[in-house]
């Protein structure tokens, strides 16, 4: 079936604009999650969603950063006046109840490069 | 979250078993522990997790000692494909985060 997608795929922006970056989720998973990851380095929390519960912030880096899940499904990170070292790979996963080990499934990332 | 130790970077000769191990030495009884690998310019890849037994799936094995504080993923028969960063994971099933450390990078040669 179909896996997590992310878009944009790439995209390049000027410092102090606003970016939206979309995930779609594995249809049915109720756990959602992003992550960034620099250039050479691992991956970095952000925050994540499960159902109806609030979300976990606890890794977003500044309060230029924020994100929403609409209807439990889609969801949308938002970096308002971005700065260069926002640049990375910004990487979505999703996860099942029904799988008994809430095993994360990545999308492909969007490549966000602030000049 | 428990910390866990890969060595950075371990060499597999194509056609060999490859064995990857981590330490997770303050692994709880409730975590789990999980691999993924990221090949390059891609998103990480689910590969296996267990609690406390040995694990199998048409990708990997999992062998976890029994007082759980290392762990060991192994390829049967690498391939040039398997070439990645393998990263060794523990946390509760329903966490929501997970930390992901600096992983081991797995190159297999012909």
């Known amino acids: 079936g179909a896996g997590v997608s992310q878009s944009p795929s790439n995209k390049v922006t000027e410092k102090g604009k606003d970016v939206e970056l979309r995930c779609d989720p594995i249809s049915g998973h109720t756990a959602l999650y992003w992550y960034r990851q620099s250039l050479g380095q691992g991956l970095e929390f952000l925050i994540y969603?499960?159902?109806?519960?609030?979300?976990?912030k606890s890794g977003l880096p500044s309060d230029r950063f924020s994100a929403e899940r609409t209807g439990g499904s889609v969801s949308t990170l938002t970096i308002q006046r971005t700065q260069q070292e926002d640049s990375a790979v910004y990487l979505c996963?999703?996860?099942?109840?029904?799988?008994?080990?809430?095993?994360?499934?990545f999308g492909p990332g969007t490549r966000l490069t602030v000049t | 979250d428990a910390k866990t130790t890969q060595p950075p970077s371990m060499d597999c000769a194509e056609g060999r078993a490859a064995n990857l191990p981590c330490n997770h030495s303050?692994?709880?009884?409730?975590?789990?522990v999980y691999w993924y690998r990221q090949i390059h310019s891609q998103g990480p890849q689910y590969i296996i997790h267990g609690l406390k037994n040995n694990e199998t799936n048409e990708m990997a094995s999992l062998i976890i000692t029994e007082d759980r504080k290392s762990s060991t993923l192994i390829l049967p028969h690498a391939t040039l494909r398997d070439t990645a960063v393998y990263y060794c994971?523990?946390?509760?099933?329903?966490?929501?985060?997970?930390?992901f450390g600096d992983g081991t990078t797995l190159t297999v040669k012909p």
């Open positions: 994971i523990v946390r509760v099933s329903n966490a929501g985060k997970s930390t």
């Open positions: 303050t692994i709880s009884g409730n975590e789990y």
């Open positions: 969603f499960q159902g109806n519960s609030a979300p976990d």
């Open positions: 996963a999703s996860s099942s109840l029904v799988n008994t080990g809430y095993e994360q499934y």
